[in-house]
């Protein structure tokens, strides 16, 4: 007999542990907006409840019955709709924009979390209504969930350059030069960086100094180091380009002037680096770059005179010349606005 009721008592658990996930969205409270506008605020957010939640959601249409049956008293209409927990919503229409609150109450009517945002249009309910649902699940401000995919129009105003055409800054970095034949010096390098941003990707202009970590070398011709005037041209592709940090991908060439040992060459580059902040005005970046020298760094082939004691006359002597292809391997930081 006992076991016969097994099933019944796995039906009526499964049951009230279903009833005890369900959430409520009550009709929007309005201000200044027609009905038909409160209601499309509320399906639109028990789409996007549900959707982040992954818990059945009952939508303004079916929770208005219950809270006319209980005179408007949301936690006897929350009961009698067996919600663990449900939503208050009140949009208020100003000149220019809507703004939007949600209350997330449990079913004694405790308030649990609180958010608010604010639309242009009702174009923005998609993106407002998204951060907006998982603010509440979370218990998290709704700037905590901003990425390139729900930025509303307001944000994309004045200082929030969330769509920036361009970025301009500074970065700084250092390199490790290497090459098999012969040892240098470590280089610095600091200077002005340009950055053209898209969504997917973006488009870098940069010019700066570069100088030998030992400044002393610059001074002894017996060490070999170089420097001058470094330029960048190159771009790179975001691998998660609709995130609040980005990494990316990409690659240039870099001509330089050499003031020391003097001289032009080019060094074709690739990079590997984060975005951070990207959907604010001031963003942070560094990267890892590699550089290869494809023009040769040319040290010595010039004529030195010099007094032979021997033979009692100046004479010139001519240092050889050597050619070397160093491979450049740093790290950059830089910041833009």
């Known amino acids: 007999m006992v076991k016969h009721l097994f099933p019944f008592i796995a039906l009526i658990a499964a049951v009230t542990n279903l009833c005890a996930e369900n959430i409520a969205i009550f009709p929007v409270y309005v201000t200044n907006l027609s009905r038909k506008e409160g209601d499309a605020i509320g399906a639109v957010m028990k789409q996007e409840y549900g959707k982040h939640a992954e818990k059945h959601v009952i939508g303004p249409r079916e929770s208005q019955a219950a809270l006319e049956e209980h005179a408007n008293d949301f936690t006897s209409a929350a009961k009698s709709l067996q919600a663990a927990e449900y939503i208050e919503l009140h949009a208020v229409a100003l000149s220019e924009k809507i703004l939007i609150e949600g209350v997330r109450m449990n079913q004694d009517g405790r308030i649990i ?3 608010q945002m604010t639309a242009v249009t ?8 998204n951060r907006m649902a998982q603010s509440l699940i979370n218990k998290t401000a709704h700037r905590k969930h901003i990425d390139l995919d729900n930025v509303t129009t307001i944000e994309t105003r004045g200082q929030n350059r969330l769509f920036t055409e361009t970025v301009s800054g500074v970065k700084i970095a250092m390199f490790y030069v290497h090459n098999k034949k012969k040892d240098f010096h470590d280089l610095l390098n600091i200077g002005y960086d340009m950055k053209l941003d898209s969504r997917n990707f973006f488009m870098e202009f940069a010019a700066g100094a570069l100088f030998p970590a030992d400044m002393t ?25 609709h995130a609040y940090v980005s990494p990316y991908l990409g690659g240039g060439v870099s001509p330089r002037i050499l003031f020391e040992p003097g001289g032009v060459t080019v060094a074709p580059y690739l990079q590997l680096g984060v975005m951070f902040m990207r959907v604010a005005s001031t963003k942070f970046y560094f990267d890892i770059k590699v550089a290869q020298n494809a023009f040769p760094v040319k040290f010595g082939g010039s004529e030195e005179e010099y007094y032979n004691s021997n033979s009692g006359t100046w004479e010139y002597s001519k240092e050889p010349e050597r050619s070397y292809y160093p491979t450049e391997v740093g790290l950059q930081l830089g910041i833009g606005w």
Do not use: I, K
């Not at 009702?122 to 209504?129: A, K, S, T, W």
């Not at 001074?219 to 380009?241: D, I, P, R």
């Open 113 to 115: 979390h609180r958010t």
């Open 122 to 129: 009702l174009d923005d309910l998609p993106d407002v209504c």
């Open 217 to 241: 070398s610059v001074f002894n011709s017996g060490t070999y180091s170089y420097g001058g005037v470094q330029f960048e041209v190159g771009g790179a592709y975001y691998l998660q380009s």
